[in-house]
Every structure is written in structure tokens, then in C-alpha cells.
């Protein structure tokens, strides 16, 4: 909740501290600690999500200075560490304690932060700010800016993110939550401006290289992105995250060698990880070597077994070799380990049709369903899936389901005029093709390839696409 040295002389006061206190544990002792030395002990344990000896400390702190009126205060935290927030926010409010005190206000501001009630929290935390006179503030700006963030108030998170910058725990995410706000707010490029900026500060900021660099691929330019990365790697050839981003973006960009290359610099530098060989896997895959891709997800998995990446990876290599039942195998197992990735999903579902076990491919696309409505791929697959177990009427239905939450939506109007042809229901055929072609013309190209000698056979439908390219000229 605060800086352990707002409350100590130096870093040997908190040090020191600590190790008497978990002397004393460790040898069952008993020791003297007053009051506001339990208080900053207390806090150091929630720093580390030391949740244990931090119940330890304030049950000394209770059983030791019952009535001190700190006591209240190290209640209140100790219930808030345990998700009593509605406890902890009655036992201060219940308390003696001066209320404009630092300490009283931060703890307040958690109570209310805990219990959704961002507006109060801020206000709580500004009132502490106060109480230091707006100096040596950074942590409680980042309070702030995480109660504007949670309100959606981005503009002000911004503000307070920045604000907050000095004091950041972890630079890294400091930038990601700084980076978001502009995203959010549609201001990119001023993100960009802003991380040149804090480059120009420090230009051997590691951090600062790798956020401008993921603005570039906020903005879809990874090549831009890519230069970003080599520069932070530069700075430090051990930093494994750099790694990962630019080989994640060589695989994007189809420059697969490139991949290759950069992984076997970070294998030089000591910075190789399970999902960095998770890219290096892929990007042998994607040229053609399965076997050395299968190796290399293998060792993946033995470095880390819990990585869905690993599964994945060799689950898509059995797919492209034609092995279905395999390829499940793997696939439901990253599947499990990462439950709402949908990328998995889809290629479940494809296996699933491979081998027709139509029933089990719908299962997960229902599951897609649940976890993402809005996305028009999983009407297309439900509808696939009724095609290929012949009922034009359910493959028709899950079209007409996607267009209620997708109106207009051109991918499944083509397809829906497709399904009326079927059927032999040519004026509603050619009546949503219409639709379709008004909602986006490029979009007949693949329409006739869903069945070219049929379609490009029918004089009707031709005339159709030709006079609405006329009308596109």
C-alpha cells in the first residue's frame, strides 16, 4: 500500500527489520516490536504476497498493543489481505485513528477499490497525496490511474500512469498500461511520441525501445516494429522477451528464415525459452522441415510442460501430415491448458470434420460460440459442419443466427445466397446475393468458388455479378 521507506530511515531499517522478525520465527523466539515496526512489516509481506507472515505480523501487532490506535489500521489490512474488504472498510470507519492520517486513507482507498467503489478510492487516495503534499507520490498516482482505468475513464488513467512513472515497480508493465490508454483512446501515434521521448531520456532503456516497438505493432507496421526490438536487444542481447517479439513478428511477416536466424543468436546469448522454440518450431514448419519442427516442440515441452504454444505445435504439424486422431490428441491438450484460445478451436473443429465426427466438431463450435458471438468465422464453421452432414436447413439456421447479431455481414450473406442455391430456392438465392454484393462486391470472388462449375453455370447469377460491376466501375 506504501513505500516501506516512507515509514523507515533507509533500506537497512526494513532489511534489518525483516530479518530480526523471521529470526524470531524461525526459532520460535520471542522479540520486541512495537507497534508501527509490525505496521511496516505487515505492509512488506503484501508487498511480496506473503500473505502467511503477514497475518503472522498483525496478529502480534493485536495480541501485543491492543490499544494502540494503530491496531485498527493493521485489522483493517490484514482483513482486506484475506477478501474481508467490507469488514476491513467497517473496522475503519469504526476506528479512533486520525482519519486525514496517510496510512488511514491509503488503507480506505483499497477498501474501496476491493469493493468496486472506484470513485471513493480516489478520493481516498487523493487525500493521501495530500497528506505528503503531492510529493514522492508516484505509487498513489498508479492507485489512481488503476481506479481510472477500471472506470473506463482512459484519458485520466493516462494522466496518472504517467505521473506515476518514476516509482513503477515494473517498468515493463508501466509502459504496457501507458501504450493501452493511447490505444485505447485512439492515440497511437502520440503513444509513439511519447515512448521517443522517454528514449531520448534514456536511450539505453530497454523498456522504452520495446514499447515504442509494440506501438508500431499496435499500428499493423511489424517491420517498423522489428527495428525497435533489434535495438533493444542490442542494448541487451540476454533479454529474452526481445527475443520472443521480434521472432513472433518475423513468423507474421512470412520471413521464416529470419526467425530461424534470430533464434539460434538468442540460443548464443544464453536467452532461449520454451515459447521462444515455440516460434523457432513454427517457423521450420511453415518452411516445409516437420521433423526438425516436431524436435523442437518436443524440447519445448520439456523445458516447459504446462505451455499450450508446445501442444499446439505439434498438433498443427500432425494436422498438415494428415493425421487427424493425432492431431486432436495434442490440440485438446493445449486446448486445456489454454481454454480460450479459439485459434485451437477451429483447427479441433477442422479435425473433427476430417475425420466426421461432425457431432464432437460442433461441440467446440458452440464453445466458440459462448466465448465469442461476434465473430462471424464460427457461423461460417457451424454452417460447414451442417454441409458436410447434409442438412442445408441447420447449415441455413446458423446462418440466419449469425446474421441477427451480424446484420448485413457480407461473408454470411454470400454464403447464405450459396445455401438458398442448394436448396433449389433460386429467387432467394439471387435476392440475398444481391444483398451480399451490395454489402461488398470483392466478396463474390470466393461466393463462386464455393462451387465454380455451378455457379459460374447459372446465367442469372452471372448477369447478377456483372451488373453490379458495372456499377463498382
Not at 517498423?224 to 533493444?232: D, P, R
Request: glycine letters at 4%.
Amino acid at each position: 500500500m506504501f513505500d516501506d521507506d516512507n515509514f523507515l530511515d533507509d533500506e537497512y531499517d526494513i532489511n534489518d527489520l525483516v530479518d530480526r522478525f523471521e529470526k524470531m520465527v524461525k526459532q520460535h523466539q520471542s522479540c520486541y516490536f512495537d507497534a508501527d515496526e509490525l505496521n511496516v512489516l505487515l505492509e512488506h509481506y503484501l508487498q511480496e504476497n506473503n500473505i502467511k507472515k503477514a497475518n503472522l505480523a498483525a496478529d502480534i501487532a493485536v495480541k501485543y498493543h491492543p490499544n494502540n490506535p494503530l491496531i485498527s489500521i493493521i485489522k483493517a489490512k490484514q482483513l482486506l489481505a484475506n477478501s474481508h474488504a467490507q469488514e476491513a472498510l467497517s473496522t475503519l470507519k469504526n476506528s479512533d485513528f486520525d482519519h486525514n492520517d496517510a496510512d488511514y486513507q491509503l488503507t480506505l482507498g483499497a477498501c474501496y477499490s476491493d469493493l468496486g467503489e472506484h470513485e471513493k478510492a480516489i478520493k481516498a487516495y487523493m487525500k493521501a497525496a495530500k497528506e505528503f503534499d503531492f510529493k514522492d507520490c508516484e505509487d498513489i498516482y498508479n492507485f489512481i490511474a488503476a481506479e481510472y482505468e477500471s472506470m473506463g475513464d482512459m484519458e485520466n488513467a493516462l494522466k496518472f500512469f504517467v505521473l506515476g512513472l518514476d516509482k513503477a515497480e515494473d517498468i515493463d508493465n508501466q509502459y504496457f498500461e501507458i501504450r493501452n490508454c493511447y490505444s485505447h483512446l485512439g492515440k497511437i501515434e502520440d503513444g509513439m511520441t511519447f515512448f521517443r521521448k522517454e528514449i531520448d531520456k534514456n536511450p539505453y532503456s530497454v523498456p522504452a525501445w520495446m514499447a515504442l516497438g509494440n506501438c508500431y505493432v499496435r499500428m499493423g507496421n511489424l517491420k517498423n516494429a522489428v527495428e525497435q526490438f533489434e535495438y533493444a536487444i542490442s542494448i541487451d542481447p540476454h533479454y529474452k522477451k526481445g527475443y520472443i517479439d521480434i521472432a513472433t513478428a518475423y513468423n507474421e511477416l512470412d520471413r521464416f528464415q529470419e526467425t530461424i536466424e534470430i533464434v539460434e543468436e538468442a540460443k548464443r546469448y544464453g536467452a532461449e525459452t520454451a515459447l521462444l522454440l515455440c516460434l523457432y518450431g513454427e517457423a521450420h514448419a511453415k518452411l516445409g522441415d516437420n521433423k526438425t519442427a516436431l524436435e523442437i516442440y518436443q524440447k519445448a515441452m520439456k523445458l516447459d510442460d504446462k505451455l499450450p504454444e508446445a501442444y499446439a505445435g505439434i498438433g498443427f504439424v500432425l494436422s498438415d501430415e494428415g493425421n487427424p486422431e493425432s492431431a486432436i490428441k495434442f490440440l485438446r491438450h493445449a486446448h486445456t491448458l489454454s481454454p480460450y484460445n479459439t485459434d485451437y478451436m477451429y483447427v479441433i473443429v477442422e479435425e473433427y470434420n476430417k475425420l466426421e465426427q461432425y457431432d464432437n466438431a460442433l461441440k467446440f463450435v458452440n464453445e466458440i460460440l459462448d466465448l465469442n458471438p461476434y465473430d462471424e468465422n464460427v457461423y461460417i464453421s457451424m454452417m460447414e459442419c451442417y454441409v458436410l452432414k447434409d442438412d442445408p436447413e441447420k447449415a441455413m439456421e446458423s446462418l440466419e443466427r449469425g446474421l441477427l447479431i451480424l446484420p448485413n455481414n457480407a461473408a454470411l450473406l454470400y454464403r447464405k445466397a450459396f445455401i438458398y442455391f442448394v436448396m433449389e430456392r433460386n429467387e432467394s438465392g439471387l435476392l440475398t446475393l444481391e444483398m451480399a454484393l451490395q454489402s461488398n462486391y470483392d466478396g463474390h470472388i470466393e461466393f463462386l468458388n464455393f462451387d465454380a462449375e455451378n455457379l459460374t453455370s447459372n446465367p442469372n447469377i452471372m448477369d447478377l455479378i456483372e451488373e453490379y460491376r458495372r456499377k463498382n466501375s
